[in-house]
């Protein structure tokens, strides 16, 4: 297959993409579905980020981050709005689950809203107290805490 046939395609992110990846979470997050993140937090964790490639440019990322021995986040899942209904988001959180997998992790966690989409990938809601070190290092730090409307939700992969 000749790279000009290859459009689209999921890959992990470089320094070239900081910039893209944090103009579309925080044009997401004008809506309220997710939170901003500052640029230096996204070059601080880079190497966490997936990233929807679409002729060249960024149209969705995911964020993998590992927060214990057995346990990491899936965070800043995006899709642009000109791409979502297309099985993106499907993909990115397969991705993360994938690498979470080869890194010998088996439970993965996330804070959402939408309980039904992450439902349909087998995240079950679980009480937040079983999250002790996201809720004490990233939460407190929120401007949602404590009153946050987000709901916690694992899959053992």
Known sequence: MSN???IHKIRKSVVSDAVYIQELING???TGQVLPRSLNNIYENLRDFFVYEKEGRIYGCSAL???WEN???IRSLVVHDSCRGRGIGRELVDVCCKEAKEFGINKVFLLTEKTVFFGK???E???KSLLPHKIW???VQCIHFP???ETAMMKNI
Do not use: W, Y
């Open 137 to 139: 290092s990233d939460c």
């Open 65 to 67: 981050h590992i927060t």
């Open 28 to 30: 997401i997050a004008k």
């Open 4 to 6: 000009k046939n290859i």
């Open 121 to 123: 990938f087998g995240f």
């Open 147 to 149: 009153n946050c409307q």
């Open 71 to 73: 346990l990491a986040e």
């Open 125 to 127: 809601p679980v009480d």
